[in-house]
């Protein structure tokens, strides 16, 4: 018997069973077919040692032994290893359906679903937000081209769910970097009959899996990202919007990207660079024709506030004259097959290998390549076809494909060796990590910002995400929404899509459409292919040239709340672009909205992702809402219809809500927030705005700011409260303009915030 009042220790027939307590609401369970393993270095920042030991109370009987916290009792049942979970008031919540298997050759897991019980997270996937009915594959993959609301998988793999029933929510992380599957097809057409089942599979390794409870969405996700980490802050900058293309092919062009969003007042603040301005797609080379004075380039744009972030991909060139290649080489950096041969496939330049981002020490090695970007001024880079994906020939030959490496390639530390089986979920995961932490030592003390196509459960952690390539379907569009907020739901808050689609032809409307809710994205990329016609916001005619400009500006003005919603997102792991049951848990009528969606706590959008549609049906929660373009107020519970003509994409503000605004801006660097506008709208609410100098990481050391406001009514008015700023961060001293949207009008009051203390009559 394990001493340690925490956890359980089961030796059965079929093997061994740990159960352990982290915290009241955090229960890691394995399960393997012999003695369990040791720990894996890449699965989770922190072991079970890690976290302080809790009260647990533990019972014993005949049948099972039972911990229990104040949330959660977690019991197992000696005959045969099937685990359930109950609540503090008796509600089984997660419960094996029949004993787990756990074999040489794979897991398998069956648990019960509840009536009624939905299924949401997943990591990036196809299709609606709720996934019953699904199978769902953990195994990152670069889909053949054009992809629709049924493939699965895609490029990130993260194998977390979490499940909503009326008044409880729970999470689970299942810790098995093997290829592995939920199968959630038997709960389709749920009969009363048939009992309710979800399975796991995984094609090796044990029965691995973390439960975190709730009871709240919000709650459920602070416990997962207690476990698998939280996004470090970003550079205010990468909150801007992104203008990619692949590709800008030469300085030149940059440039007049550049003076093109600068010429027509459109807010931007970065350039990505995509493989066309390599040098013979050698990873972290300039094309010396096109791109001649990298030095001179990064600082020029830097000088109009806007900074460049160049691609790095996978695939390594083999070339002994490249100093990548020659340097990896001698370090033994790169994978290598079987036999013992490098691992030589093709990717954009035709022969290339690949880092085994799992070794400590290569990540070091690679994450040096970067300190010449750096000393040049790049502060992001953004990492691709990190499946990995491998072409069936050269890609000068027209190669291209979803190959990987092959599964029995070695890959790991020494103490940890393993297959690519068991590592290929993690390419991606490593890379970022060597990235985010090369970056992050050279350019010390600034933060980076890192953008990964792939990525496993923690990539939050390391990078922001996008879903790598949509198309230019209102399919796609419409698809963006669920996929973002389940991303969201399983830890990673800082994603985005391709704004406009990255393959085939946007229509103007299509392209309005898309930049209107992508402006609300958390990560606000424009992207486009090769071979596409032009995709930046001005290139579709002088009427969506405004919708972009209107859409970028509301962005930049509600900065100062949205980078708020980062901090909530870094401290707690709370998502940013959200569904409306995260803010509504008690609601059953949103558990399959698909497109609306609640960006932070205050505003919720409901965007049209069809073509033609100047008019849409909106659910509006219970509760009073207002209409963010008319001030019109509206009363929730149940569907409002509301126009929705070109320029227009539906957007409400809760009741009670203060929503900082900043000034109108074209990029972040242009001035420091000196001036705030506090949006408030009749009703009770509390905000706090987090503010720090946005660029460095002394918030880490926690030199920020913090002012908290309370409307609450007194007397028959709302007041507004305004409580001494808090922190050592000092913003300038700023006039702050109170717009108040009352019952019978508009009432404005402006006050000098020099961080104390004050109060203000609204009026009713
Ligand atoms: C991949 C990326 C895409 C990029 C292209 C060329 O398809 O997903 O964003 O533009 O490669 O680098």
Known sequence: MNPSPTSIHLSLETGEVEITVLTPRLVHV?????????????????????????????????????????????????????????????????????????????????????????????????????????????????????????????????????????????????????????????????????????????????????????????????????????????????????????????????????????????????????????????????????YPDPAGLVAEMRSIGIRLVPIVDAGIKVDPAYRVYASGLQQDAFIRKADGSLAQYYVWPDDSVFADYLRPEVRDWWGSLFEEHARIGVEGIWTDMNEPVVFDKPFSQGGGGSGTLPLDAGQGPAGERTTHAEAHNLFGLGMAQATYEGMRRALGGRRPFVLCRSGFAGIQRWTASWMGDNDSWWEHLAMSLPQLMNMGLSGAPFVGVDIGGFGNEATPELFARWMQIGSLMPFCRGHSSAGTLPHEPWAFGAEVEQISRTYLALRYRLLPYLYTQFWKAHQCGTPIFRPLFFDFPQDAALADLNDQVMVGPLLMAAPVLQPGVRARAVYLPAGEWFDWWTGRRLTGGGWTWTEAPLDSMPLYVRAGAILPLGPAIQHTGERPLDELMLEVYPGEGEFTLYEDDGLTDACERGDYCQTHYRLHRRAGNLELEVWAREGSYQPPVRNVTVRFHGRVRLGEFSYTDDGTARHLRLGN
């Open 30 to 290: 394995r399960q393997a077919a012999g003695e369990l393993m040791p720990r894996r270095s890449w699965a989770i920042p922190r072991a079970d040692a890690d976290f302080p030991a809790v009260p647990v109370e533990r019972s014993e009987s005949d049948a099972g032994i039972t911990l229990k916290t104040d949330l959660v009792a977690v019991t197992v049942r000696r005959a045969d290893g099937a685990v359930s979970f109950t609540n503090s008031a008796g509600r089984v919540f997660c419960a094996d359906a029949q004993a787990p298997r756990v074999s040489g050759r794979g897991v398998h897991a069956a648990r019960q679903a509840a009536p009624g019980e939905r299924f949401y997270g997943f990591g990036e996937r196809a299709g609606l937000l709720e996934k019953s009915g699904r199978l769902l594959t953990n195994w990152t993959t670069d889909p053949v081209r054009s992809h629709g609301p049924g493939v699965d998988p895609l490029y990130i793999a993260i194998p977390v769910y979490l499940s909503l029933q009326p008044g409880l929510c729970h999470a689970v992380y299942f810790n098995n970097t093997f290829h592995s599957e939920f199968d959630l097809r038997r709960l389709a057409n749920r009969t009363a009959a048939e009992p309710a089942i979800m399975e796991w599979r995984a094609d090796g390794g044990e029965l691995d899996y973390y439960v975190v409870y709730g009871p709240t969405p919000a709650e459920a996700l602070h416990g997962l990202t207690e476990l698998l980490g939280r996004m470090p802050m970003p550079p205010r900058w990468a909150l801007g919007y992104h203008q990619s293309r692949w590709s800008y092919q030469s300085a030149d062009e940059v440039r007049q990207v550049a003076d093109e969003f600068r010429s027509r007042q459109i807010p931007c603040d970065v350039i990505h660079l995509d493989i066309d301005h390599m040098d013979g797609y050698r990873n972290l080379t300039w094309n010396p024709q096109t």
